[in-house]
């Protein structure tokens, strides 16, 4: 069953963690058969060195933006691209487990899930481990669950055909273009699913709150509560999607301690 690997690198990114990205899709046990890398506006040159480096190790399709675009559109370009049905979220600055892809492929080959994604491993900027990040597994306990956004993208495989049939990603929204997705996904009757094992090791420590400014935290917030009543979710459950925002109105310094201290309460933790 050919997949796309689907990523985006903009000239912000570290070319290190882009390295250790495109490395760990070099080890998978079941390869690629095309990465498709889009390229989001110029990149410097660490970055044009890294990705010319690994042209001959891996199937890369580069997609090159003329100018910074932003994640919806630069994913949409990506999509267009794609020759494969199956297609695998990636992030520029994660690391994939060498069996992430055997276990989605053979999960898909079973049948009856179009949008499968798994847990992450936390880890900080020097790849030192953290919080194991478990999401629920069947699609009742993902749907019930879709305001706290219980995929995490970047572990996500889904169907290429039903996600261009829902017009892919909304490209006027700069950070919850995945979480919009979702909920036009379960509007739309496909099937979820999460593995019960971590498919990647994903970047984020107390530094990673300086990204989450308070208009993105208020668009995440109307996002999911507007897509809790597009799918009929209880009124409580849309007002919840507005507590990542009173976080993003803390101080700095209390923003990542209050992070760590809501996730034992996190309804997404599954098993």
């Known amino acids: 069953m050919g997949f796309s690997v689907l990523m985006a690198t903009y000239g912000r990114d570290n070319p290190a963690y882009l ?13 690629p058969d095309e990465v498709i890398l889009v390229e989001d506006g110029p990149l410097g040159m660490a970055l044009r060195e890294v990705i010319e ?18 994640l919806a559109r630069a994913l949409n370009e990506g999509l267009g691209a794609a020759h494969h049905e199956l297609v695998a979220r990636f992030d520029s600055d ?6 992430r892809f055997a276990r989605q492929l053979a999960a898909f080959a079973e049948g009856g899930v179009d949008v499968l994604g798994g847990w992450a491993l936390e880890i900080d900027s020097a790849g030192v481990p953290g919080r194991l990040r478990r999401m629920p597994l069947s699609h009742v306990e993902i749907l019930a669950s879709l305001w706290a956004c219980p ?16 017009g892919g990603y909304r490209t006027h929204l700069r950070r919850s273009e995945d979480y919009d997705l979702w909920f036009r996904c379960a509007k739309a009757g496909l099937r979820f699913a999460n593995l ?16 989450h400014a308070f208009r993105d935290a208020l668009e ?5 509560y507007r897509g809790a009543a597009l799918i009929g ?16 109105m803390l101080p700095m310094a209390l923003r990542h301690p209050v992070y760590r201290l809501l996730s034992r309460f996190d309804p997404r933790r599954g098993a």
């Open 220 to 224: 995440r917030a109307l996002t999911g």
């Open 19 to 31: 390295a250790e990205a495109l490395e760990s899709l070099v080890h998978q046990t079941v390869l």
């Open 94 to 99: 994660d690391v994939a487990d060498p069996e």
């Open 53 to 70: 480096a690994y042209r001959s190790r891996l199937p890369l399709l580069s997609v090159v933006m003329p100018g910074n675009v932003g």
């Open 151 to 166: 995929l995490i993208h970047p572990t996500v495989m889904y169907r290429r055909e039903a996600i261009l049939a829902l």
């Open 233 to 248: 979710l209880p009124v409580w459950k849309r007002l919840a999607c507005f507590v990542p925002l009173l976080r993003s």
């Open 196 to 211: 019960p094992e971590a498919l990647i090791r994903h970047r984020f420590d107390a530094s990673s709150h300086l990204r």
